[in-house]
C-alpha cells in the first residue's frame, strides 16, 4: 500500500489516469463468445463541433453505463466517431476562404472539397480530443467518420438499395429553402418559432366589376405568383363569386376565384390568395385545381424574372416596395401585428422560403410501418416512457423525406443524367442510378452522361450509424481508405455486437435520427438498432434559460474541467440531473463534485494511514455475529446501498445512483463509520472492515469518476490495472440486518441532539459538564447505554448519565427530545447559555422561509401555471421548495433542542 499525498491535486492524476487505461487497452472490445456483449454507438458529434454542455451531459451518461456493464462481465463496446456535418461544415469553411477573399464557386467544387478535407484534417478531431479529457471509454481504435470509404460504401449501398424498391423517387414540390444556405431543408431541419409579423390586408379587383375580394397574407411578396384566390365552398358570404376572375393587383393578371374546404372561413377575411409554388398548403390546393406554379424567387431569395418589377431585389425589400405601391394604388385595406411561427434554417438561422423545386426524396410510410410496431409491442422502449407518444405521433402522421443537398460537402447523389434521354415530364427518363459511373448511357448509347450535383442530407448517412460503423456491407476492401480489413471478422463483430443495447440522445432530434435509424435498422438488418432509448434533458442556465453562445449563458465544460477536474463535472452534472428533466447549471454547482472528490482523497488517506501498514486485504470479514455495532452497521448499510444503487442503474434513473453513493460516502461511512471506527481501530476485524468498505465503494463510484478512483484503488490494493477490468461488487445479503441499523440509528439520532443543543448556543465540547439521556423504554435506554462509548466519541462528550424516567426537570440544563430519549445537557458553572436569543433569531429565520413557501405552494397550485409553464421550469420550482422545506425541517430540530 502507498500513501496518498496530502493534498487532492486533480491534475497530478486525470490525465496520467487516463492514459495509463487507454494504452492498457482497457476501452477496446473483441468478440467472448462467454459472454453477453453490450454495446453503444455514440451520437456522433458534427466535425465542426467543440465540446459543450450538451456533449458532457450526454457523454459521462453513456460512459457511466458502459463502465458499469463492463464491470458486471459484459463484453461493453462504446463505437465512437464524428459526423461530416454537411451544411454546417461547408458553412464553416466557406466563411474561411471568405477571409481570403474568396468564395466556393471562385475556386470550384473540386478545390473547395480539398479545402473541406484540410479543414478536416486539421480540425476535425479536436472534439475527438476534448471527449477524451472528459475521460470517455470509447474503443478508440474504432473510431469511425460519416465520409470515411468504408462508411461512404454503406451510404452508396442504401440509396441503390431503396432506389431499386421505388422507395426514392425524384418530382417537384414544395420543400423548405434556406437562401443563405442555398439549400433544401427537411421539415425537421426547418424548426418553426413564434414570430411577430403583420397580417395585410390586400383589395383583389373582380374583373368587369367595381368590387374586390380582400385577401389576407403575412407574405405579400409572394402574391406576385398567385394562381387563384380560394374560399370555403359553405362560405355564404363567396358563394356568388365562385368562379369569377380577380385582376391580380401590380402583375395585373387574371386568376380564378376557386372553392376549397381546406380554407379556414374564420381567417383573415375567409379569402386567401393562392400562390402554389411558395406555400405547402397552396401547393396541395393548385394539384388539385390543376392551377400554374409560378416561382418568384431566385435560389439567394431575390425576386427572379417571374416578379415583374421587383426583379432582382431581396424579398424583403420587396415586401416594402410592394406595400408602398399597394398603397399608392389604394388596394391596402389594413395591416394588423400578427404573431405566427415561422420556419427558420437549422444551421444559420435564416427564415427559410417554400419553395417548388425539383429534389430527391425517400417514401417513409412503408419503411415506418415496422418501426412504429417495435415502439408499440415494447422491442424499443424510451426513457422517459413519456417520450413514446411524442415518437408515436410523428411516425403515424410521418411525410416524405426530402433528401438532396444543394451544397457540395456530402455523399453525392449517384444519380447520372443522360441529356439525349432527358425528359422533364419523365423524371425517370434519362436517370441512371449506380454505384459507379456508366461508360454510357444504357438506353441509348451515348457518352454526354453528368452526374447531379446534390449530395444527400447528412441524416442520410448517419441513420445507418448502428450497422455501417461495424463495416457493413462488407463488401469493400478498405475502412479508411488505407487500411485493409477483416470482412469476415467484421461481420462476426455486427452479428456480436448488433442490435445495441441502448441510445442516450436528446429530444431534438428523435425525428431527425433516432426514429430513422429504427427504420433504417429494420430495412437493412431486419432488427431493431437498439433495445433501449434513454432521452436526457436539455442544459440550461440557472434562470431556465437554453444555454447558447449567441445568448452569453453558456459554462464551458474544459474551463470547469481546468478549475475543478473532470471527476467533478462528471459527478456534479449527473447528481442533479434526473431522468428526463432539464438541468439547471451555474458554475458554482461544480463546487459539489470537488469537494467529493477531497472527501474521498482524505478519507482515502486518513483509512491507508490507520491501516498501520497492516496487509488486510487477504483477511475475511468476521461473520456478523462477531463484529461490533459500528462494523455490522456499516456493511449492512453498504450492502443496502449497493442493491438501492442496481436498482438506480438498471432503470437508467443515473442522478438516484449517483446521489446514493453520495449519500452512504459521506454521510454514513464518513461521517459516521470512520469516527466510529477510531475506537477500535487496533483491532484487525474493523481494519478489514475499513479496507473492505473502502475498496468496494470505489469500485462503485468508478463508472462516476474514474479517474480519482482509478488512482486511489491501485494505492489502496496494490495493483497495477483499471477499476474498470474488475467485477462489480456483490450484495452480501448476510451482512444486511435491521438491528445495527435499528442500533446505531438511535445512537447517531442522540448525537445529533446533543451537537444541536451546543449549535443553538455556540457551546464548545470542553465547555459541558455532563449530558443526561433518559427514556421510559428500557430496551432503548439499554441500547444507548451499552454504546455510550460510541457516543462520548462521536458526540465528544466526557461524562454520560442514564435515567430511566423521561419526565425529570434538570433545572439550567439545555434539554431536547429525540424518538423516545431526552437528553440534559449541563454545561459548566462558568458558561453563560443564551438560548432563548438564539431561538429568537431561528424563528426569525423560520417565519422568512414559510413565507417563501406559501409563495411557492400558491405558484405551483396554479393549474393554467403549471400547465403553461415550461416542464424544466415547473421542476425546478418543485425542487427549490422541496430544499426550502428541509432547511426548515433542520431549523425546527436546532430550535427543539432547547430548555
Known amino acids: 500500500m502507498e500513501e496518498l499525498a496530502k493534498k487532492y491535486s486533480f491534475n497530478d492524476i486525470e490525465e496520467k489516469q487516463y492514459l495509463f487505461a487507454e494504452n492498457k487497452s482497457f476501452f477496446h472490445a473483441n468478440i467472448d463468445p462467454s459472454k453477453k456483449p453490450f454495446s453503444i454507438v455514440i451520437p456522433p458529434p458534427n466535425v465542426t463541433g467543440i465540446l459543450h454542455m450538451g456533449h458532457a451531459l450526454n457523454n459521462t451518461i453513456q460512459d457511466i453505463l458502459i463502465r458499469y456493464k463492463k464491470m458486471r462481465g459484459f463484453v461493453s463496446l ?5 459526423d461530416h456535418a454537411g451544411i454546417a461544415t461547408q458553412n464553416v469553411v466557406e466563411r474561411k476562404l ?4 474568396l468564395t466556393r464557386d471562385s475556386v470550384g467544387r473540386e478545390k473547395f472539397l480539398e479545402h473541406v478535407w484540410a479543414w478536416k484534417q486539421e480540425y476535425g478531431s479536436t472534439i475527438i480530443r476534448q471527449l477524451r ?31 431499386e424498391k421505388g422507395l426514392i423517387y425524384r418530382g417537384n414540390y414544395i420543400i423548405n429553402w434556406c437562401p443563405r444556405c442555398q439549400t433544401a431543408l427537411s421539415d425537421e431541419e426547418a424548426p418553426h418559432k413564434d414570430t411577430e409579423g403583420f397580417l395585410y390586408h390586400i383589395k383583389y379587383p373582380i374583373k368587369d366589376s367595381k368590387e374586390f375580394v380582400i385577401v389576407a397574407t403575412t407574405r405579400p411578396e409572394t402574391m406576385l405568383g398567385d394562381s387563384a384566390v380560394a374560399v370555403h365552398p359553405k362560405d355564404k358570404r363567396y358563394k356568388n363569386l365562385i368562379g369569377k376572375t380577380v385582376i391580380l393587383p401590380l402583375m395585373q393578371r387574371q386568376i380564378k376565384i376557386i372553392a376549397d374546404e381546406f380554407v379556414d372561413p374564420k381567417f383573415g377575411t ?17 394539384k388539385r385545381h390543376n392551377l400554374e406554379f409560378i416561382n418568384v424567387l431566385n435560389p439567394d431569395g431575390s425576386c427572379n424574372e417571374n416578379a415583374g418589377d421587383y426583379q432582382g431585389i431581396d424579398r424583403y425589400e420587396a415586401r416594402a416596395a410592394i406595400i408602398e405601391d399597394l398603397k399608392l394604388r389604394k388596394l391596402l385595406m389594413k395591416v394588423q401585428a400578427h404573431q405566427h411561427a415561422v420556419g427558420h434554417c437549422y444551421r444559420c438561422h435564416t427564415v427559410i422560403e417554400p419553395y417548388y423545386s425539383k429534389q430527391w426524396f425517400v417514401k417513409m410510410n412503408p419503411l415506418a410501418q415496422p418501426a412504429l410496431k417495435a415502439v408499440q409491442d415494447g422491442r424499443i422502449k424510451f426513457y422517459p416512457q413519456r417520450w413514446t407518444k411524442v415518437y408515436l405521433n410523428w411516425m403515424e402522421n410521418i411525410q416524405d423525406w426530402c433528401i438532396s443537398r444543394q451544397i457540395w460537402w456530402g455523399h453525392r447523389l449517384p444519380v447520372y443524367y443522360c441529356f439525349k434521354c432527358q425528359d422533364e415530364d419523365d423524371y425517370k427518363k434519362g436517370v441512371i442510378v449506380s454505384r459507379k459511373k456508366p461508360e454510357k448511357c444504357p438506353q441509348c448509347g451515348s457518352k454526354n452522361i453528368v452526374q447531379d450535383e446534390d449530395v444527400l442530407d447528412t441524416w442520410f448517412s448517419s441513420w445507418l450509424w448502428p450497422f455501417a460503423t461495424f463495416g457493413w456491407p462488407f463488401n469493400q476492401s478498405t475502412v479508411h481508405g488505407q487500411q485493409p480489413i477483416d470482412v469476415q471478422k467484421q461481420e462476426k463483430e455486427l452479428e456480436y455486437f448488433y442490435p445495441t443495447a441502448v441510445l442516450v440522445t436528446a429530444p431534438e432530434i ?9 427504420m433504417a435498422g429494420f430495412e437493412f438488418m431486419s432488427d431493431i438498432p437498439f433495445k433501449d432509448v434513454y432521452i436526457h434533458g436539455t442544459v440550461r442556465d440557472d434562470t431556465g434559460k437554453k444555454m447558447s453562445k449567441s445568448l452569453g449563458n453558456s459554462i464551458d465544460p474544459l474551463e470547469i474541467i481546468s478549475e475543478y477536474g473532470t471527476d467533478a463535472l ?46 488486510v486485504s487477504c483477511e475475511k470479514i468476521p461473520p456478523k455475529g462477531k463484529l461490533n455495532l459500528a462494523d455490522a452497521w456499516i456493511l449492512s448499510r453498504f450492502n443496502s446501498t449497493l442493491k438501492k444503487l442496481n436498482k438506480s442503474l438498471a432503470q437508467y434513473r443515473l442522478n438516484e445512483a449517483a446521489n446514493v453513493i453520495y449519500e452512504f460516502f459521506w454521510h454514513q461511512f464518513c461521517d459516521w463509520y470512520i469516527e ?35 488512482e486511489i484503488w491501485q494505492k489502496v490494493t496494490g495493483n497495477d490495472t483499471s477499476i474498470m477490468s474488475q467485477a462489480w461488487p456483490e450484495v452480501e445479503e448476510d451482512y444486511i440486518d435491521e438491528d445495527p441499523l435499528n442500533q446505531m440509528q438511535r445512537v447517531c439520532d442522540v448525537c445529533i441532539s446533543i451537537r444541536n443543543l451546543r449549535s443553538l448556543d455556540n457551546i464548545k465540547p470542553s465547555d459541558v459538564s455532563f449530558v443526561t439521556i433518559g427514556s421510559d423504554n428500557s430496551l432503548s435506554l439499554q441500547i444507548v447505554d451499552h454504546n455510550s462509548d460510541y457516543i462520548k466519541n462521536l458526540a465528544k462528550v466526557d461524562n454520560i448519565r442514564f435515567i430511566s424516567r423521561t419526565d425529570v426537570t434538570n433545572p439550567g440544563a439545555l434539554s431536547a427530545t429525540v424518538g423516545d430519549y431526552v437528553v440534559f445537557m449541563t454545561t459548566k458553572g462558568n458558561v453563560t447559555v443564551n438560548s432563548q436569543e438564539n431561538k ?14 406559501m409563495r411557492k405552494e400558491k405558484l405551483l397550485g396554479n393549474v393554467n401555471y403549471v400547465k403553461k409553464a415550461p416542464l424544466a421550469v415547473v421542476e425546478k420550482e418543485k425542487q427549490s421548495l422541496l430544499e426550502l422545506k428541509l432547511e426548515i425541517e433542520k431549523l425546527e430540530k436546532i430550535r427543539s433542542a432547547g430548555k
Not at 428523435?510 to 429504427?518: G, H, L, P, Q
Request: with cysteine; proline share 3%.
Open 78 to 82: 462504446w463505437m465512437p466517431g464524428t
Open 98 to 101: 471568405a477571409k481570403e477573399g
Open 133 to 163: 479529457r472528459l475521460a470517455c471509454a470509447c474503443d478508440w481504435q474504432r473510431t469511425r467518420f460519416t465520409m470515411d470509404q468504408g462508411y461512404s460504401d454503406a451510404v452508396l449501398e442504401v440509396f441503390i438499395r431503396l432506389y
Open 270 to 286: 375567409g379569402a386567401v390568395k393562392v400562390t402554389p409554388a411558395h406555400d405547402p398548403n397552396d401547393y396541395a390546393i393548385g
Open 510 to 518: 428523435i425525428f431527425f435520427w433516432v426514429a430513422r435509424m429504427i
Open 570 to 615: 462528471r459527478f456534479s452534472l449527473i447528481s442533479i440531473t434526473a431522468m428526463g428533466q432539464d438541468i439547471f447549471l451555474s458554475k458554482e454547482k461544480f463546487e459539489f463534485g470537488r469537494n467529493f472528490c477531497n472527501k474521498i482523497w482524505n478519507a482515502s488517506r486518513f483509512i491507508l494511514m490507520n491501516l498501520d501498514g497492516v496487509d
Open 676 to 710: 466510529a471506527s477510531k475506537q477500535n481501530i487496533a483491532s484487525i476485524a474493523t481494519k478489514t472492515v475499513l479496507y473492505n468498505t473502502l475498496e468496494k465503494s470505489l469500485r462503485i463510484m468508478h463508472p462516476f469518476m474514474p479517474l480519482i478512483t482509478d
Open 840 to 853: 429568537q433569531k431561528i424563528e426569525a429565520q423560520i417565519k422568512e422561509l414559510n413565507q417563501h413557501i
